[in-house]
């Protein structure tokens, strides 16, 4: 190991704590608050080295040789601004969840829920959530999909109630089936390039078969759209997310659709940069926002209008990457750091109306402001945040997203400009209907007089901090998603520092430099040259 | 350049497996999507044999001269592949047991709130007058508040009688056409 890579025994920490804590979790099962403590202290350490990433990836990416196999051989984790960002936002926010279902634990304290699973499924959902975030492997980007899915199978169906089957149904086929089209899209990558490391693969499906390499781009989206709720590919989202317990749904609105998100802008920066995919992207974008917001518009289920407004918002992303642009870029990243806070931050305090008010149905619910005036304030919050009123976080995304599309100029992105205008004015109609209905209206007379636990609103009220902070730090947050999509448009770095001069060859380091002891000249320098090495393919045929 | 012609016979058994598996997984039964998963994934798992080209000897060096290996990474991945289905497939399979245990049957369900807003939908075209001949939304809205009122979700272990379960075996006999 280098001095200049110093910090890089730092990337796989985020995935490897919460997995041995999620062990030992499991091993302590008779005793719910040694598992308490063992995911917080995780957790909060995950945060400070997320934290430290941030600050050390904006030097450079750094790179890390799991079990010290060099790329291309073995796999690499990489912490680039984009993934650093990423990570320490979902640490972030993963955190203040789990103090909220401690609260909510502490509060109930029934046997109804098992919390013995609750804990180590929820650890093992932010270490594939890191390890999604950090991979340099498109197969290991498939492991980490799959850690994070089954543990969300789990956490969807906790207890196993009527309705928490129902909803599981749907969503573990559908993520089942979009899986599946992800590993055909794995082999049929491999299949035609011979590799899967996502660095090597920058140089090799150039030289591949265009229409090949247009079918595989397809193809990946497919199974990342599914993830991410894109229309058409979102109808599984508002029917299986509302029934969960409320810190499960939080968490699963603000990560686990933007994961997808990441994985498509990962994928279309990196391995396909000619833009073929890009109008295509802008239908889909237009659809998501405005089908998505009309769906919220005709909900009566305070949680499900919720669901229809992630749906939604997703749109303003995927009408970032599909600008390419750099300022495009920067607006969907700082977005998908803004909708993050924000979704999850709505979840919580939903829970926690339906705590207070005994049902999500807008129907029953009523006189909440009067009530419970703080809670009022932390649904008044985001709500105003995610519609777009300034000077918010949602304000910064939204201009930033209109501004690189005015600047674009094409007729579809004008269109797009409208239907996210359109689509923000929805949100406000909906969530302020929301806020009538259940804020405004006289009390209904079987209002069920319980108090708020202090835990959980305390957790929801630093999540919604959160989201304001984010406006407030926006002038830095937004310079560094600036720089983070300038990293992105520069492919060259990236590859670089995962396959920097020798380590091409697919040799370990200590092969490498006994070879440069020896003299030995054909160390590979450009990228290149590495194709005439045969990278991680032997030779076929019969025997 | 190596020889990357795939055999026919693999690519024909992974379209086979893949077409079958889809057509299950379109089913309603819980069970039966199961089996179009794992097939379907099988078919997948295929494909990745057909990714690693011909197939040679043995990836052991000493065991087999590197000119005549088989591509070990496919089969790494296909290895991976198989333990995340077969964890998967044992998640499906209690989902279905559980869902047997509470209703009597594993069929996949109508999200009721979606039924709501159809019912909903119904009333406002009745306020509108509008005389439609197939009343298709009403008469979906008139399930839909039969299923509202008849299925507030059981709270305990609802363990299906003998006379369930034989209910249950009658209506999947009625399936099969």
């Known amino acids: 190991m280098t001095p200049t890579d110093d910090l890089s025994w730092l990337v796989p920490l985020p995935v490897v704590l919460p997995l041995a804590a999620a062990g030992l979790a499991l091993v302590l099962w008779r005793s719910a608050r040694a598992q308490g403590v063992i995911s917080v202290i995780t957790l909060t350490l995950v945060l400070a080295v997320s934290v430290t990433l941030l600050v050390a990836a904006d030097a450079g990416p750094l790179v890390l040789d799991v079990g010290s196999w060099a790329a291309p051989v073995g796999i690499d984790l990489v912490a680039d601004r984009l993934s650093a960002l ?106 035609a390039t011979g590799t899967v490391n996502l660095a090597q693969l920058t140089y090799r499906l150039p030289e591949i078969d265009p229409g090949v390499a247009f079918a595989l781009q397809l193809l990946l989206l497919v199974a990342f759209g599914i993830k991410a709720a894109v229309f058409p590919l979102f109808a599984w989202l508002p029917d299986s997310y509302p029934t969960a317990p409320a810190p499960v749904t939080a968490v699963f609105a603000g990560l686990l659709t933007k994961v997808g998100v990441y994985a498509i802008i990962r994928t279309q920066t990196l391995l396909f940069p000619d833009g073929r995919a890009d109008t295509l992207l802008m239908w889909v974008a237009l659809a998501t926002m405005v089908v998505g917001i009309l769906g919220a518009v005709a909900q009566n289920d305070i949680k499900r209008l919720v669901s229809f407004t992630l749906v939604s918002h997703i749109g303003y992303m995927v009408f970032g990457i599909a600008l390419a642009s750099p300022a495009g870029l920067a607006a969907a990243i700082f977005y998908v750091v803004h909708h993050i806070t924000v979704q999850t931050a709505l979840f919580l305090v939903v829970g926690l109306m339906e705590r207070r008010g005994g049902s999500t149905s807008l129907e029953r619910l009523g006189g909440l402001a009067r009530l419970a005036p703080l809670l009022a304030v932390l649904f008044f919050v985001p709500a105003m945040n995610l519609a777009g009123i300034p000077p918010l976080s949602g304000f910064l995304g939204k201009v930033g997203l209109v501004q690189a599309g005015v600047a674009d100029g094409g007729a579809l992105a004008w269109a797009l400009v409208g239907g996210s205008v359109v689509t923000s004015l929805l949100t406000l109609y909906a969530v302020v209907k929301a806020w009538n209905k259940a804020f405004w209206q006289p009390a209904p007379d079987d209002a069920p007089r319980v108090r708020l636990p202090r835990g959980m609103v305390g957790a929801a009220a630093s999540v919604v901090a959160l989201g304001v902070g984010l406006a407030v730090a926006g002038g830095p947050l937004y310079g560094y998603t600036e720089r983070a999509a300038e990293s992105l448009r520069d492919r060259d770095a990236y590859v670089t520092a995962v396959l920097p001069d020798g380590r091409g060859t697919g040799r370990s380091a200590e092969v490498t430099e006994e070879a440069r002891e020896d003299g030995e000249t054909d160390v590979v320098e450009e990228g290149a040259d590495l194709e005439g090495d045969g990278g991680t393919r032997p030779e076929g045929g019969d025997p | 350049m190596i020889d990357t012609s795939p055999s026919l016979a693999l690519v024909l058994v992974a379209a086979a497996l893949a077409a079958v598996g889809i057509y299950l997984v379109l089913e309603r039964s819980l069970t039966r999507v199961l089996i179009g998963v794992i097939l379907l994934s099988n078919g997948i798992n295929v494909v990745f044999l057909v990714a690693g080209g011909r ?115 009658s209506a999947e006999g009625g399936d099969v056409r």
């Open chain 1, 86 to 191: 990423m990570l320490t936002v979902s640490a972030a926010v993963t955190l203040g969840v789990l103090v909220y279902s401690l609260a909510q634990g502490v509060a109930d304290d029934n046997a109804e829920t098992p919390v013995a699973i609750f804990h180590p499924t929820y650890l093992v959902l932010t270490a594939g959530v890191a390890n999604t975030f950090l991979t340099g492997d498109l197969f290991n980007l498939f492991v980490g999909f799959e850690m994070l899915l089954v543990a969300s199978y789990v956490l969807l169906t906790l207890g196993g109630t009527g309705a928490r089957i129902r909803a599981g149904t749907i969503y573990v086929v559908v993520s089942m089936i979009s899986s599946v089209i992800f590993v055909l899209a794995i082999g049929l990558v491999y299949a």
């Open chain 2, 55 to 169: 197939a040679g000897g043995a990836p052991i060096v000493g065991a087999t001269e590197p000119e005549a290996m088989s591509d070990p990474l496919p089969q790494a991945m296909v290895l991976t592949a198989i333990v995340i289905t077969l964890g998967m497939t044992a998640f499906l399979l209690a989902m279905a047991y559980r869902s047997w245990q509470l209703h009597g049957h594993d069929e996949v369900q109508d999200d009721l709130e979606d039924r709501r807003v159809a019912q909903r939908a119904a009333a406002h075209e009745a306020a509108l007058g509008t005389e439609d001949e197939d009343s298709t939304l009403e008469q979906e809205a008139q399930e839909a508040h039969d299923d509202v009122v008849g299925s507030t979700p059981p709270e305990g272990h609802v363990r299906p009688d003998a006379g369930g379960a034989g209910r249950v075996e």
